[in-house]
Structures are given as structure tokens and as C-alpha cells.
């Protein structure tokens, strides 16, 4: 019902800037939540960064190890997502995974589900 799948990662050296996208597609009723995870291997999922939203207001929430450096945003209309990253380091090294928290469907519901994109890499290396 609901397809997620986020683009943008690659290899880049400290202290180098990249743009991770991503795009909730199907049939929706309504987002609430979009965000971004990662996950470095040998490590839990966390939480990077996500927005929340009703219907006039929205809120941002950034993972201490990233605050100042990376800064996300939402495009309601178009159901896309952005993580603008600078100032990368080794640590950032991860796969990155788009959340959509969601009611699928043409109608209202009380049925809110996760949804998960792949994937995409982030290399951050000297």
C-alpha cells in the first residue's frame, strides 16, 4: 500500500557535505511522522533525526551526535523527505533508512503502520 525508498548516500571524506532523499508513494491517507535511522554495523538502529506533524503544525527532533550539523525537512505535498548533512565524520559511517509512519488508504482510519525504505550507504572516510 505504502512504498518508501530513500537515495542520495555515497562515499565522502571528513568534513564533506551529502543530501539523503527520500519519497512515500501508493496509496496514503495521511503522514504524521517521517524521519531518518541509521544503522552502523556491529550496532543498533537509531534514530537520527524525524518530523512530527498534524494538520497545521510540525516538529523536528535531531539525535544529540548530529544537532547543529545535520538539518532535516518535509514536503507535505509531495510526500518526500531530506537530510542535509555537513560536516560529515567517520562516526556518520552507516546505512541510512527513511521511517514513514502513515494511514494507508483513501479514507480516514485509525490503522497507523511503519513503513521502512532499503537503505542507502554513507561512507565517510579519509
Known amino acids: 500500500q505504502v512504498q518508501v525508498m530513500e537515495s542520495g548516500g555515497g562515499s565522502v571524506q571528513p568534513g564533506e557535505s551529502l543530501t539523503l532523499s527520500c519519497a512515500a508513494s501508493?496509496?496514503?491517507?495521511?503522514?504524521?511522522?517521517m524521519g531518518w535511522y541509521r544503522q552502523a554495523p556491529g550496532k543498533e538502529r537509531e534514530l537520527v533525526a524525524d518530523?512530527?506533524?498534524?494538520?497545521?503544525?510540525?516538529?523536528?527532533n535531531y539525535a544529540d551526535s548530529v544537532k547543529g550539523r545535520f538539518t532535516i525537512s518535509r514536503d507535505k505535498a509531495r510526500n518526500t523527505l531530506s537530510l542535509q548533512m555537513n560536516n560529515l565524520k567517520p562516526e556518520d559511517t552507516a546505512v541510512y533508512y527513511c521511517?514513514?509512519?502513515?494511514?494507508?488508504?483513501?479514507?480516514?482510519?485509525?490503522?497507523?503502520?511503519?513503513?521502512w525504505g532499503q537503505g542507502t550507504q554513507v561512507t565517510v572516510s579519509p
Open positions: 501508493g496509496r496514503i491517507f495521511d503522514i504524521n511522522v
Open positions: 521511517y514513514v509512519h502513515a494511514v494507508a488508504g483513501l479514507v480516514p482510519s485509525n490503522e497507523w503502520s511503519d513503513y
Open positions: 518530523v512530527k506533524s498534524d494538520f497545521a503544525n510540525s516538529w523536528t
